[in-house]
RNA sequence: CGGGAGAUGUCAGAGCGGUUGAAUGUGCCGGUCUUGAAAACCGGUGAGGGUAACACCUCCGGGGGUUCGAAUCCCCCUCUCCCGGCCA
């Protein structure tokens, strides 16, 4: 959620920075008007609660001296009645300010590019050279049917387009994939941890899911809860509604889990292979850190994931994210993108963004300065999607007979 | 899923329906004492909003209700613990 505050005391700078990301002027006039009358409203009601409870102070004493109470009993009837009448105004306009506010996306960093879509991310650096093939490198999912390594159509039989199954290799290297990038990010610092598939409501509203991206969403029927798309939430929200010790900062953590994702409107876009399913693995960092150290750890997650790709012999390249193509949530995300020989391109493989203290003030995560309580960054980042890294070392390993070699790294893992 | 108990500040734990935002202990911070530390003693210490700072408002799991007034009474929900059933 963005900072009311700062918006209403800085309206034209927040308003031009979120014009980066696409957002309207009207809505942010609205939001700030809405404020200032929502906090007038408030001292009017506020004002009445105290003469109610001055009143209501006078009852004691009144009794003591054994004086009538009826007349001040209609007074406090009138006031009351007041209340209840200025109080359905403030809940009205509290409603609306909180429809508007959860649904404005997080402010970008000043380094963020403008731009409107993935063609204008800007290029950072590339790693590792693509390998030169001689012969016609396959697509993987030429590959994983040649070897019986991923039944596509099995998977949906079991459940629906966009599921898939693991088989042979694929299965092992799947697992071995996991275990490594745990093993990996535990070296580098980040504690392991392991979290529930299915979180509630506040939850997704902590991070952002909620409210605005239901449709994305699988829910349980009937129940509050909702499959997580990412380890991202259940990671953040561990700390959510806590105010933390000054001293357990930065918290650095990793988990393995599986993802689910609707992937509403991306129809017809890679319907074909393992790019995008409803269920994926993924290995995830999230960083929870005081505001002064957030640049710091993005850098170091950013290098985790990189060196992850480098230590596997796959070729990737860094992206930092324009305007338009950011995340609701990010102020700041940096993709890496692999190297995917059969397809002659670079795709996404992990994403790392800085949310600031967006996240964090709608899941109330603080900590403790001094005697303040100050809200902390978070920062999330993959490392990496395993099935987009098992398909990636498919392509870019794969020899002329069909087979496909593995890296050193993983030997002991299989 | 059935039976019982409970949900209060960092934690533990009080709280006849009315100056209780909350006793007490503990933890933490500051001070006195000490070569230093411990002990002892003194002071401070919940959250959110609001303010230049006060004032003031809200919050005792969540939501309703009774009342002039509710942490305290009533109803619903959620969660936790104990007992039983079921089960990886």
Redesign the pocket.
Same mark, same amino acid.
């Given at each position: 959620m963005l900072d009311l *505050?700062l918006l209403q005391n800085s309206f034209d700078e927040v308003a031009k920075k979120l014009r980066k990301k696409g957002v309207k002027e009207e809505i942010l006039a609205e939001l700030k008007r809405l404020f200032v009358v929502l +906090?007038e409203q408030? %001292?009017k009601? #506020?004002?009445l609660? %105290?003469q &109610? @409870? #001055? !009143?209501? /102070?006078l009852?004691?004493l009144y +009794?003591k001296e054994g004086k009538d109470?009826a007349s001040? /009993?209609d007074e406090?009837?009138k006031i !009351?009645e007041r209340i209840g009448f200025e109080q359905k105004i403030v809940d009205e306009l509290e409603d609306e300010l909180a429809i508007y506010a959860l649904n404005i996306p997080n402010i970008p960093d000043d380094e963020v590019p403008v731009g409107n879509d993935e063609e204008d991310n800007v290029e950072i650096k590339k790693v590792l050279t693509p390998r030169e093939f001689d012969f016609k490198p396959k697509e993987h999912w030429e590959l994983a049917e040649n070897l019986d390594w991923i039944d596509f159509k099995r998977g949906v039989k079991l459940a629906k387009s966009r599921f898939s199954v693991l088989k042979n290799g694929a299965a092992k290297l799947e697992r071995a994939l996991i275990n490594y990038m745990l093993d990996f990010n535990t070296k580098r610092g980040f504690k392991e941890v392991c979290v529930p598939y299915i979180v509630n409501k506040e939850s997704m509203k902590g991070t952002g899911q909620l409210p605005k991206f239901e449709e994305d969403l699988f829910k349980i029927e009937d129940e509050e809860l909702y499959l997580i798309p990412t380890a991202e939430v259940p990671l953040t929200n561990l700390y959510r509604d806590e105010?933390l010790k000054d001293d357990e900062l930065p918290i650095l953590m990793t988990g393995y889990t599986a993802c689910f994702r609707k992937e509403a409107g991306s129809a017809g876009r890679d319907t074909r292979g393992m790019i995008r399913q409803h269920q994926f693995d993924k290995v995830e960092l999230v960083s929870i850190t005081k505001p002064e150290h957030s640049d710091e750890v993005f850098d170091k997650m950013v290098e985790c994931a990189s060196d992850l790709l480098t230590t596997l012999g796959l070729p990737h390249r860094l992206v930092m994210l324009c305007g338009g193509d950011l995340g609701f949530g990010a102020a700041k995300t940096i993709d890496l993108e692999v190297w995917l020989p059969g397809q002659g391109k670079y795709r996404e493989i992990s994403s790392v963004s800085n949310t600031r203290d967006f996240q964090a003030r709608r899941a *109330?995560i603080?900590y !403790?300065e001094g &005697?303040k @309580?100050r809200l902390v960054h978070t920062l999330n980042g993959s490392s990496l999607a395993v099935g987009r890294t098992l398909i990636a070392i498919m392509e870019n390993y794969q020899q002329k007979d069909g087979t496909i070699t593995i890296p050193e790294v993983l030997k002991e893992y299989l």
């Open positions: *505050k +906090k408030r %001292a009601l #506020e004002n609660q %105290a &109610k @409870n #001055e !009143k209501s /102070k009852f004691p +009794k109470v001040l /009993k406090l009837d !009351k105010i *109330k603080r !403790k &005697k @309580n």
